[in-house]
């Protein structure tokens, strides 16, 4: 224990000796803007893809910090860690490193809807990710602020076409030039913080506000069309003045499943785990917020919310007199603080205290730090191509919440993705996209690329279409293997990898060819209600999708054949049960693959395009921009016949180049032959 | 390119389906085409028109055939087009059928039964002639709008022309279902961090329970709507110089048919539409039903029989001068096409004696197993007003009251989408208890079917709804 301990400071004490000690070089090929859970991933995945990368952050002890929610993972969430995970990114074992309290959500709902989930401990995962970046090779960590962003002046041959040179930090006349850059600024592009009346400019309490310089080349040079979100988070709570008797015990899983595909277990013990705690507001809270309305600026300028209710004041307005959840829970294992998640408020500090104490176990709590809102901007993400790269700014990747995203989750799988891509870029390799049909990844930036975003994206399990397919169990199967020949996965986890692969096909072909007759099998396992309509034979991965049939009742009738897959148990139920509905997928999932594989030229002005369109359509083509035509086929008032036409049009422009070299060789041929006559 | 794999048992990806659509106008017709594309048209060929596939692109006359119950649906002309050589680039197969609305449903729903065949989406034999690179320049130029025609706006129209009531309770449906779904999604996406209501899972129960019913109830209509959109098929049979043909033309009101004293007068179907009470009728008048050495009238016969059998009603016509026989062969006829509905239509009422007439109303109305039976004259007009009550209110049964009760399918379409939504739905049932992503998969299944008649439902409606009917944080 004594030695885990150690290890993290270590590395963090070598990590100040390295960026103090050595100036930083005057060129790399990535270079990551922010350290967040989009900025560690991204600088994480483009060194291990071989780029030489500068994460630049304003400050290294808040590298991993949690800024709202001690927790992770979660219903969609925790499909995306797994997913981060297999593509050997940090957040899942900084997960099993830093939690408290693990839990699988919606255990009894179907595994592809399980929700791993973990509160963490806000240290631990701050060490974890500060040790982690610091041994990452080819990785050096500074700290700055970035004043500007330097980018070449249009291409006259391409209109409106810029690339990215690098940067220039604050109280430096150094640029440090760099094949790709990758913005993850979160809140702190153009953020201010609200409590009460109060505004001040910033990101986050505690930081200094980012310069304007960035922004303002952004919308300025680059011409990005720019939007204004809100988000917010809860009063931190002194743990001792809360009456806990008067909360709902809600435990962890008694065995803590990690979210790692590397690890086998968590670090903390099963008995050290802390339990969260459950209460409801009272007709006395909405009382207090709607008495301090007037006092409340976040709310006031409430213009267009989102759909959900990120804060107690528009839970409460939206939602009036019902009773609303409200969570306790442990900020760390030393921690003095509890986090009410549900909370989340930005009216003045002796309100915020008035309103806490009108909930049961809350009636004489203190407040550690009020709660606060936070508005900033985001890029529109419909100008950022597959790979989160800006469509008019060659290098330029943008990942996290300035892509109008909300959640560490989200981030994370951004900024991998980002990371991945500049990587590839520095590297003259071509940018990659996953697509939706293989991971909520390729979910989460189709949705936010093609369709764009009205209020902070957050993922749901709802929005994966082959959500049946895409399950938190098998994303190594899903994503490992490719992610190893893009370069972003060691070779041990990939070899991990390999091994699960072949050892469940192996099990699923051990269990296909145990085919025995109903008859036969009623004997085996006489508690099962085997079906009489099939007479004929069953093999074992039917009897394994029997309810109350699993790996191990069959392993114990089939000792020999099965007790090698043991191991697996878990993930060949899951296999067996869902593999007729994957089956039934593939279909659509092949449909939409070729669609996506049918890219438009991103050039197209589709007011003008010669072909059969509605202006409707037209318009609704002409905003989107899709770069696949599967991406147009999702957009909305986009029409089959549209679909069909375009279809069409991306055929023709194919035949046409030929077309037409093989018209004007023939003309030069006719030409020739005339003159020699 | 990327290769993608989503599941990694699966192998390699499954076949392509196989679709069929009628590719002719609907509507009556002397002949429609049926094409089929895909993998399985071999079979589909082999297993309705015999089993050795005609040579490539050669035009053969053939006996088209159920393939499961091996009735004989048409005789037309079969072609195979194997890969590439064909409009899609797949292996296709055309039928080209007699084109009234019977034969052509029942080939289509022959042909739906063929293993790995489904029907096709509006403009997907020309996508695929896309995929394959079939449509070269010049094609592809002139197809915007005849595609544009042959989608959306089909769908849109067919939306319209569905009654009012139709479209409104396929909008309803598809509305209750989106509201299900969303509360199902609610349920897995929020209900462990969030307050979502007791009995929103239940609620969902009853939803998808009653939409099953609902749904399956309005499928058992025996096609009913879709007589009313393409005419009530009413064939004239029955012994030579019965008078058939002089009641085909009393029907339409014009000497349609060629009438003499001279038995077999009719050889060949004669076909003409009428309007019974508003009804769409198809009426056709058959060669007299009796043994003949000569070829062309047996031939005759035999169409008028096999008419009979795809007949949604027949109109048996007998002599009633000549009774007491042909009663007993009226009989033996009718118990071999008891299947379908049948009228007994006793002509020349005129030379009868009124107390025989009285008698022979009494008597015949008794006989059990009978059909109902009217007593006309064509050459009077006597009888013909109750008689055109009792076809009326036959034909009103066959095409259901449009105005009256639940409104019914009018597309074969239609029919296959709510098939496969009632059978979507039975998978939530199915996994309701054990699995509420492969219960909810069902769910979303079931509104992809309905939304290919209704339009389609993306993700965010769905989101919507949950974020309107439920208080989710963040």
Known sequence: MLTKKLQPVQSFLSLVSRSVGHFPRQHYDVIVVGGGHAGTEAAAAAARLGAETLLITQKIHTIGALSCNPSLGGVGKGHLVREVDALDGLCGRAGDWAGISFSILNRRKGPAVWGPRAQLDRQRYREFMQSELLSTPRLTVMEGSVEELLVTDPNPEQPGQHRVNGICLANSSHPISASSVVLTTGTFLSGSLFIGQTTSPGGRIGDAPSSAGLSHTLRERLGLKVGRLRTGTPPRIVKDSVDLSLATLNPPDSSPTPFSFMNTHTRCRPEEQLPCYLTYTTPGVERVVRESLHLNCHIQQDAKGPRYCPSIESRVLRFPGRRHQVWLEPEGLTSDLLYPQGLSMTMPPDVQLRLIREIPPLHKAEIHMPGYGVQYDFVCPTQLSPSLQVKSTQGLFLAGQINGTTGYEEAAAQGLWAGVNAGRRALSKPPVALSRTESYIGVLIDDLVSRGVTEPYRMFTSRAEFRTSLRPDNADLRLTLKGFELGCVSSSRHQKAVRVKNSLQDALAALQALSLSTTSWKRKIPDVHVSEANSNMLSGIEMLQYKDVSFQVLASIFPEVLLPFMEFSQRLKIEAVYRPHCESNKREIQRIQEEENMSLPEDIDYLSLPVSLSQEVREVLHRARPSTLGAATRLEGITPAAVVNLFNYVGLNKHNSGCQGERKRRRTLEKTKTRLR | ?474
Not at chain 2, 80 to 89: I, K
């Open chain 2, 1 to 474: 390119i990327l290769v993608i794999k989503c599941c990694l048992f699966q192998g390699g990806l499954a076949d392509a389906d196989t679709i069929f659509a009628l590719s002719s106008g609907y509507g009556r017709c002397g002949v429609a085409v049926v094409r089929v594309s895909g993998p399985a048209s071999a079979t589909a060929l082999r297993s309705m028109a015999g089993h050795r596939l005609p040579p490539p692109r050669t035009a053969l006359l053939r006996s088209i055939t159920d393939p499961l119950s091996g009735e004989m649906l048409d005789r037309g002309l079969v072609l195979w087009f194997p890969a590439p050589h064909s409009f899609t680039g797949e292996d296709s197969v055309e039928f080209h059928i007699h084109g009234g609305p019977a034969v052509i449903t029942a080939v289509l729903q022959a042909l739906g039964s063929v293993p790995g065949t489904r029907p096709a989406e509006a403009g997907e034999f020309t996508r695929r002639a896309f995929q394959a690179g079939k449509l070269d320049l010049t094609e592809v130029e002139g197809l915007g709008d005849l595609i544009h025609a042959e989608t959306e706006a089909q769908r849109r129209q067919a939306l319209r022309q569905m009654s009012g009531e139709l479209g409104h309770i396929y909008r309803d449906w598809s509305h209750k279902l989106k509201r299900c779904l969303a509360h199902i999604e609610a349920f897995i996406d929020f209900s462990e961090d969030e307050l979502i209501e007791d009995g929103v899972l239940d609620q969902a129960d009853r939803s998808v329970c009653d939409l099953q019913s609902q749904i399956e109830q309005h499928l058992r209509d025996e096609r009913r709507g879709e007589r009313l959109r393409s005419g009530v098929h009413v064939v004239i049979a029955g012994a030579t110089n019965a008078g058939k043909s002089s009641l085909l033309n009393t029907l339409c009101q014009r000497p349609a048919a060629i009438v003499s004293p001279i038995a077999g007068t009719t050889r060949d179907i004669v076909e003409t539409a009428v309007d019974i009470g508003g009804f769409p009728v198809l009426l056709s008048d058959t060669a007299g039903l009796r043994e003949s050495a000569d070829l062309v009238e047996q031939e005759g016969v035999r169409r008028a029989r096999e008419r009979v059998q795809q007949a949604d009603l027949t109109l048996l016509v007998v002599d009633s001068t000549c009774l007491p026989s042909d009663v007993q062969r009226a009989a033996g006829f009718l118990s071999e096409h008891l299947r379908n509905m049948c009228l007994l239509v006793l002509n020349k009422s005129d030379l009868l004696p009124e107390t025989q007439r009285q008698k022979l109303k009494m008597e015949l109305r008794g006989v059990s197993g009978l059909p109902a039976v009217c007593l006309l004259s064509c050459q009077t007009n006597e009888g013909l007003k109750d008689f055109l009550t009792v076809l009326q209110s036959s034909v009103k049964t066959l095409c259901g009251d449009p105005l009256a009760g639940a409104p019914t399918l009018t597309q074969a379409r239609h029919r296959a989408h709510l098939q496969q939504c009632v059978a979507a739905l039975s998978q939530f049932q199915r996994y309701r208890d054990s699995d509420l992503a492969l219960a909810a998969e069902g769910v979303r299944l079931a509104l992809t079917s309905l939304g290919r008649i209704t339009g389609r439902v993306g993700a965010e409606e769905i989101l919507d709804i949950i974020f309107k009917d439920f208080c989710i944080g963040k």
